[in-house]
């Protein structure tokens, strides 16, 4: 099968698939853009996504480092100078706030809040720039982020744009290398075995 066949198969596949496969989204997910169009146009991206109370849903993008490091960000700052990986692309909203995606059984404080169970998200500038210097080993810090209103996201995977998976919390600190490869893979056998 051509690779353009076989991608716009994926995708009807995955289309298909989604509606009656797609796991809950009132809890914590991963989302992959799917195989073909979506992941052409998406750039291939995984994200952490959690419900929020008004029935939306907040996520980050966790695949893809940008060429800045905190240290460039803030120079005057000798704490972010000591973090030398890259900050993380995390989305088209509010493109100029930095987050702290900290992977611990804790909230870091302030009005952080729990994106899925060992997974906090901190934007106040204070709890950032403390878990710069206290646990930076723990954290991946994204710029920006996505927002979907009620019933957007549903839409989307309805559509067929995204592949949803489990809320795995470890997933944000793995090298973003093939990660997408990886999770479409899982995704794959996993509905294969079904």
């Known amino acids: ?24 989204l009132d809890k914590p997910v991963i989302l992959l853009a799917a195989p073909g169009a979506a992941a052409e146009a998406l750039g291939s991206i995984v994200l952490v996504v959690a419900p929020v109370s008004d029935g939306g849903h907040v996520g980050f993008i966790i695949n893809r ?23 993380y692309l995390g989305g088209p909203v509010n493109p100029n706030l930095l987050f702290a995606l900290v992977q611990r059984q804790e909230s870091p404080g302030g009005n952080s809040f729990q994106m899925m169970p060992g997974l906090y998200a901190a934007y106040e500038t204070a ?22 209103q009620p ?8 559509l067929g744009a995204w592949l949803v998976l489990e809320g795995d ?10 990660l997408w490869d990886e999770l479409v893979l899982r995704w794959q056998q996993r509905w294969n075995s079904v």
């Open 65 to 87: 480092p940008s060429d800045v490091t905190l240290g460039e960000l803030f120079p005057e700052q000798s704490l972010s100078r000591k973090v030398t990986r890259p900050v």
């Open 169 to 178: 919390a470890a997933l944000v600190m793995r090298n973003p290398g093939r």
């Open 127 to 148: 709890v950032v720039e403390r878990v710069i210097g206290s646990d930076p080993e723990h954290a991946r810090f994204v710029a920006g982020l996505f927002l979907w």
């Open 1 to 24: 099968m051509r690779p353009a066949l076989r991608s716009f198969a994926a995708v009807l596949l995955a289309a298909w698939l989604l509606p009656v496969a797609a796991q809950s």
């Open 151 to 158: 019933g957007e996201l549903q839409r989307e995977i309805d």
